[in-house]
C-alpha cells in the first residue's frame, strides 16, 4: 500500500457537496431487492459502508420506470410507492451512520432484454435501435418516446432530492441509454438529435437542463460517463482532447456539477502523449469536479473477475501521486467495498494485512 495516503482523507468542499474525505462508493448493481423495492437488508448494507468511512456513496443503478428501463432482475426502481419507502429507509440509516448518499438513475436502453421482462412485447430503447454497431434491432425512439424518458429522469432526480439524498447521478456511460446517444455508432440520427456533438448530447443535456430547474441551483447533478463500451472495450466516444471538449462542455453548461468518469484501469492515460487519465481530462477541461474509477486497490480489473481470475491487493501509491497533483478530486472504489464495508477504515489506519483478494464469489455476496 501506499506510504502515505493522507490526501485520499482530506475533506473535498465541491460547491454545496461538503464530503468528509475523497472515497467514493461506486454503483454496483448487485439485483437484491424483490420486487424491485429496496429492502432492510439493501439499508443495512449502505449503513455499513457508511459506518467503514465512506465518504460518498453511490446507489446501485435505479430505474426510472417500471417498463423499458430495466430487464435485470430485482433491481430497484424509484417510481413505485414501496421502492420510495425502502429508498427512504436507505438514506435515514446512511445519514444515521454519519454517512453521504446520492442515488444513481439508471436506464438499461438497448441492453434491456425485453424476453427476461414482463413487457416482452415492448421493444427497448435506444437512440436509433442499435445496440451491436451496424445491426438495428429495434426502431428508433421517436420524439415522443425521446420526450417521456426525459421526464422520467427528471422526476427520478426530484424524488430523490425530496427523500433527502445529498446529489443524484444520471448513469450516462457503458452503452445504456444515454451512451447510445453520444456514441456515433449507436447514434444514426439525422434530426436534432444525432449529427454532430451537439445533437448528440442534446437528450443528455435536456435531462440536465430541466433537472436543475426542478430542483434549484444548489443540489449537486453528478453524470458518470465512458469512453469504452460493453460491445467493445478498445473504442473511445472522444478520439481526441477536442472531440472530448465538444462532448463535455454542454453537459456542464446544461448544469452538471460533476463528472464521473469510467475507466477499467484508472491508471491509463486517456490519449497519448499525456498521463492524464479520463477524469483527469474531464477537470482540465471544464474546470468542473471529477471522480476517477477503475480497479482501485486491485491487481485486476472488474471483467477478469467474471472468468475466475482472482485480483491481488495491489498498491495505492499511483492514485496517492494523481491525488496530490488535484488530477481528479475524488476516488470511486468497487469491488474492494462490495466485499469489504471497513475497506476505507482498513486503508487510513495501516491495516493492510487485513484486506482480502477479490474473487467472482463476491460479486453476489451481501456483506
Known sequence: MAANIDVLFEPANLGNLQLPNRIVMAPMTRSFSPGNAPGEDV?????????????????????PNMITATGTRNVPN???????AGWKKVITEVKAAGGMMGLQLWHEGPYRNPSKTAHAEIPSWSASGVKVPGKQLWA???????EIATE??????VTTKALGFDCVEFHGAHSYLIDSFFWDQTNLRG???????????RFACEIIRRTRAQVGPDFPLIIRLSQWKQQDFSVNTAATPDEMLEWLSPLAEAGIDIFHCSQRRFWEPAFSGSDLNFAG?????????????????LSGE?????????SEPASLDDLVKRMEAEEFDLIAVGRALLQDPLWARKIREGRDNELAAFSKDALTTLS
Not at 48 to 62: K, Y
Not at 152 to 157: D, I, L, P, Q, R
Not at 191 to 201: E, F, K, L
Open 78 to 84: 424509484i417510481v413505485s410507492d414501496e421502492a420510495k
Open 43 to 63: 439499508a443495512a448494507y449502505y449503513r455499513r459502508r457508511a459506518e467503514g468511512g465512506v465518504g460518498l456513496i453511490l446507489s446501485e443503478g435505479v430505474s
Open 140 to 146: 428508433p425512439m421517436t420524439d415522443a418516446e425521446i
Open 302 to 310: 472488474f471483467t477478469a473477475a467474471y472468468a475466475g481470475e482472482i
Open 281 to 297: 481530462w474531464a477537470k482540465k477541461l471544464t474546470g468542473k469536479p471529477s471522480i476517477s474509477v477503475g480497479s482501485v486497490g
Open 191 to 201: 434530426d436534432q438529435w444525432g449529427g454532430d456533438w451537439v445533437g448528440r448530447t
Open 152 to 157: 422520467e429522469f427528471v422526476s427520478g432526480a
